[in-house]
């Protein structure tokens, strides 16, 4: 399906991919990197995240979420002990919202990316 995007796609000089929970996995980033599409992805709570406290122990990303009406940023992070996918990670812990949000880009992350509504993800009204 993925390569029937890009041949409707293939005139536009930026394309970003905006997944959700259920689409977050390697082959996916693979593809992404491969064929040079921008993208973000929601990462589920159970994901392991490696590269953000002690080197060569992996995180759950429930473990990382910072306190309510917060945001914190990780670059070159690894993710998937069997991949070890390297990328950037967004936390935020949104109040009022049943899940907290885990952010994977290519891209490194700014608080200015999410409150300009870069991804859309995040519900900007909940961060004045």
């Given at each position: ?74 670059r ?15 936390l ?25 509504g870069?991804?859309?993800?995040f ?6």
């Open positions: 399906m993925l390569d029937r995007a890009k041949g409707y796609l293939q005139g536009f000089e930026n394309v970003m991919l905006l997944a959700d929970r259920g689409f977050a996995n390697q082959q996916l980033i693979q593809w992404l990197r491969k064929n040079t599409w921008h993208w973000c992805l929601r990462l589920p709570c159970d994901t392991l995240i490696y590269g953000v406290r002690r080197r060569g122990f992996g995180y759950e990303v429930r473990e990382l979420y910072p306190p309510k009406r917060q945001a914190c940023f990780y070159n992070v690894q993710v998937w002990q069997e991949a070890r996918i390297t990328a950037h990670l967004a935020a812990s949104v109040p009022g919202v049943k899940d907290n949000w885990a952010i994977l880009s290519h891209e490194p992350p700014t608080l200015g990316h999410l409150l300009a870069r991804t859309s993800f519900p900007r009204k909940n961060f004045s």
